[in-house]
């Protein structure tokens, strides 16, 4: 399989979107999680490292999104689950992204109280999804972290915003290379 998938020159710039697509497209075998499989991985220490790493990431899935014409079957008619399932994810994507910029076109046509109150309640959401999941994890300290978090997952929007443009004007990589940002020394 993996003679199938490993080519000289990956046409995204994350190399293992594109082996996963491939072993999908090709029919080479199912792809699974490991329970058992170990990895060891660092994230960026600094935000604009954070910022160049989602990029490259987010960047790599939208290319393997339109290099490999996800949910073109959808429009079809025949699609595999996979490509439906993943289809789906995509839709939940655009809630996302379209989130923020809905809420302003909201607030213009009805008013500032009325997305106050939503933004307000998805806060009050998140804070108690973060207390459900910090109890569950036995890590109470992390409710201290939600401000943090709240302005990561804003950064994080601007971020995937930035790879669907960089995807419009470079659908596809020459040669998989990146710069790996600094890590922790271990």
């Not at 689950?81 to 379209?98: G, N, Q, R």
């Amino acid at each position: 399989m993996l003679r199938q998938v490993l080519v000289e020159t990956t046409p995204y710039i994350v190399d293992d979107t594109y082996w996963v697509l491939e072993t999908h497209r090709l029919g080479l075998g199912r792809i699974r999680y490991g329970k058992r499989a170990w990895a060891w991985i660092q994230d960026p220490t600094t935000i604009g490292d954070f910022y160049k790493q989602n990029l490259r990431w987010l960047w790599g899935t939208n290319q393997g999104i339109v290099g490999h014409k996800i949910g073109a079957g959808l429009l079809r008619g025949r699609t595999t689950v996979f490509e439906a399932l993943y289809a789906l994810l995509i839709a939940h994507w655009f809630t996302y992204l379209l989130g923020l910029p809905l809420l302003v076109a909201l607030a213009v046509v009805q008013g500032p109280m009325v997305v106050v109150a939503l933004v307000l309640g998805r806060w009050l959401l998140f804070y108690a999804l973060l207390i459900v999941a910090s109890i569950q994890l036995r890590h109470f300290h992390l409710v201290l972290f939600a401000p943090a978090l709240i302005l990561l997952d804003l950064l994080f929007r601007v971020v995937w915003i930035h790879a669907v443009i960089k995807t419009i004007r470079q659908p596809t990589v020459t040669a998989c290379k990146w710069d790996s940002p600094a890590r922790v020394a271990s």
